[in-house]
Structure formats: C-alpha cells, structure tokens
C-alpha cells in the first residue's frame, strides 16, 4: 500500500493563522472588545461628532467582522474600503491618534492584555494612510 501523499490532494489551502482571533475569545470576546470601543467612542466628545449620521448597529456589525477578519477569524469583511469608508471626513492624524488612544481604553477595559494589545495595533495602525487625509 502507498503511503499517504504529504499534502493530500483534497486538503484545504493553508489553513489560516487564527491564533489572536482564538486569544481574544473569538467571536464573543471580539465582540466585547468592540462593544467596548464603541462606548468609549460615543463617550469621548472630540470623535463622536464625526459619527453623527452613522449607523451605529451596522458599524458594530462591520468592525466585528473586520476585527474578526484581521485576526485570522472565519469572517469576512463586507464594508467598503478604509478610503472609501473616511471619505469626505477629512481626519487628521491627531484626530487618528485620538481615536487609537479610545481603543486602548476600550481594550483594558475588555481586559486584553497588552501583548495582545499591541499585535491588534500592529494590524490597525498602518491603516492610518488610508484613513487620514480622505
Ligand atoms: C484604525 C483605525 C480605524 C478603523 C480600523 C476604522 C474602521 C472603520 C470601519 C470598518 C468602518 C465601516 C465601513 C463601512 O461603513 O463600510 C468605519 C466607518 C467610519 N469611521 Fe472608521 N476606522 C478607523 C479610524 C477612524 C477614525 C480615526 C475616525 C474619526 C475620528 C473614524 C470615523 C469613522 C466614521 C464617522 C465612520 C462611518 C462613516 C459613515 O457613517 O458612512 N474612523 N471605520
């Protein structure tokens, strides 16, 4: 009898590296962490103007499933393109700075730990191209 081939034909691609999404309690533990970021956005009275005529359930819906998306969760993002999404709003870096400084709030406040913290602001920090300035 033949050995099995090392990569059987039927095996699915590279499975992906979903070792954050699971660290972070995968769905129900992002979902807390965007809950959270959503309180301190509405709390803090600089970035809310900016989502005055926003849909906010569809924004919880959309973040989810980007957050999920990013860290290698079985989600996929269906939003439009940070460009595309911050268009027109003009925002400034300060403006991003400050946004980043209400996720990290909302992070200790989930209890992420900073490690974790700190790879989910490697995935989200290099956006700031495509959000500041559109
Ligand atoms: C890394 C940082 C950020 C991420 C990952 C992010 C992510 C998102 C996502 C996923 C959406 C929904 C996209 C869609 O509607 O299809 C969105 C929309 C929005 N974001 Fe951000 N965002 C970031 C930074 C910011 C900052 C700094 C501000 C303002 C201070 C901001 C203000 C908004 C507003 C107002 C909307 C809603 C636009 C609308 O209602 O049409 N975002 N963002």
């Not at 990569?7 to 660290?23: C, V």
């Amino acid at each position: 009898k033949k050995p099995a081939p090392a990569t059987a034909p039927s095996a699915p691609a590279a499975a992906r590296d979903d070792t954050l999404y699971r660290a972070l309690g995968a769905q129900a533990g992002i979902e807390k962490v965007v809950d959270a970021a959503l309180v301190e956005i509405h709390n803090d009275p600089h970035i809310n103007l900016f989502f005055a005529n926003t849909d906010m359930p569809d924004l919880r819906r959309l973040l989810v499933e980007q957050f999920c998306a990013a860290t290698g969760g079985p989600c996929e993002y269906t939003g439009r393109s940070m460009e595309e999404a911050h268009g027109g709003l003009n925002l400034t870096d300060d403006d991003f700075d400050r946004f980043v400084a209400d996720l990290v709030r909302a992070f200790d406040e989930a209890a992420v730990p900073k490690d974790l913290q700190q790879q989910l602001l490697a995935l989200f920090g290099p956006m700031r191209k495509q959000i500041v300035g559109q």
